[in-house]
Structures are given as C-alpha cells and as structure tokens.
C-alpha cells in the first residue's frame, strides 16, 4: 500500500474527484481517501512514478502535499 499527501481537498466531492482521478491510473487499485489527514492510500500492480501521480491529482484540482 502507497500513501501520498494531497493539498486542497475539503470536501466529500474532493475525495471523490482523487479517488476518480487515481482511479484512471491503470495498475492502481483499492484506493482509499482519507480527507482530515489529507492523504490518498492505493495498491499497485508496479510502482507509479510521482510525475504521473502528480498529473492526476492536479487535472483533478489538486496538488500533491
């Protein structure tokens, strides 16, 4: 399980946008938002480079923490 800290999210429509976001990733799976520690836990069939990640969670609004 990979966890990354994400900025801006404040709302239940925020966890849904990463999780959709991630989500789009092919070889992510089981994706959890926590949105009071600011933080997205996710599996991976291999490792996602940070730059991809990145592209996701800011197409979605947000940035990376």
């Known amino acids: 399980m990979r966890t990354i800290k994400i900025k801006g999210m404040q ?3 925020c966890v ?3 999780e959709g976001a991630l989500g789009e ?3 992510v799976s089981d994706i959890r938002v926590d949105l009071k520690k600011g933080e997205a ?5 291999r490792p996602v480079p ?3 990640l990145a ?3 800011e197409k979605a609004g947000y940035e990376l923490g």
């Open 11 to 13: 709302c239940s429509h």
């Open 16 to 18: 849904k946008a990463v």
């Open 25 to 27: 990733i092919e070889g």
């Open 41 to 45: 836990s996710f599996e991976e069939v």
């Open 50 to 52: 940070l730059s991809i």
């Open 55 to 57: 592209r996701q969670i």
